[in-house]
T-cell receptor, first 113, second 113 residues
């Protein structure tokens, strides 16, 4: 991911709506991508991952899309719930090496009732 | 509840103190990681241990000294820290160094007076 800027972007959604969180990465050699959720006072929690030989992967209420052409990753959350409110980070890993992850700047998701 | 346990949860120390952060996992994971996270920023990798050997040191100042006494335990020894070292210190683990998501603890909130 790209860690840019001093402000944490915020996405505000209504409960029940779908959310889309976007992330750009810079290294075309990255081969593995992860989305994490971090709630206040907690460590990052794994949501979903995808390898570079795929362009879409679905989990429970979440879908990750990977566009290697433009080096873009997105996380879609269906039927967003108040418990989804958190900061979301994408992370990418350089091919080879010791699973060194580079985290993006993060996006705060605020879910309103 | 996280399967990676970090202690203490909070630590306040003076610049001349020596203290240690502890991380423990009993998942049989053989790779362990230390990250530093400043407020409203993504985690930044500090050290990686693979099979109890230090494999990555991201040019971390020598006032931070990691130690991996066994496959379940990771320590971070602190000495002569600076106020700018105040941050959340996160530990993570993976089964090995392959394509796997890192499992994070909830961190130690460190404040340097």
């Amino acid at each position: 991911g790209e860690s840019v800027g001093l402000h944490l972007p915020t996405l505000s959604v209504q409960e029940g709506d779908n959310s889309i969180i976007n992330c750009a990465y810079s290294n075309s050699a990255s081969d593995y991508f992860i989305w994490y959720k971090q709630e206040s006072g907690k460590g990052p929690q794994f949501i979903i991952d995808i390898r570079s030989n795929m362009d879409k992967r679905q989990g429970q209420r979440v879908t990750v899309l990977l566009n290697k052409t433009v080096k873009h990753l997105s996380l879609q959350i269906a039927a967003t719930q108040p418990g989804d409110s958190a900061v979301y980070f994408c992370a990418d890993r350089f091919s080879g090496g010791y699973n060194k992850l580079i985290f993006g700047a993060g996006t705060r998701l605020a879910v309103h009732p | 509840d996280t399967e990676v346990t970090q202690t203490p949860k909070h630590l306040v120390m003076g610049m001349t103190n020596k203290k240690s952060l502890k991380c423990e996992q009993h998942m049989g994971h053989r790779a362990m990681y230390w990250y530093k996270q400043k407020a409203k920023k993504p985690p930044e990798l500090m050290f990686v241990y693979s099979y109890e050997k230090l494999s990555i040191n991201e040019s971390v100042p020598s006032r931070f000294s990691p130690e991996c006494p066994n496959s379940s335990l990771l320590n971070l020894h602190l000495h002569a820290l600076q106020p700018e070292d105040s941050a959340l210190y996160l530990c993570a683990s993976t089964p090995d160094s392959g394509d796997q998501p890192q499992h994070f603890g909830d961190g130690t909130r460190l404040s340097i007076l």
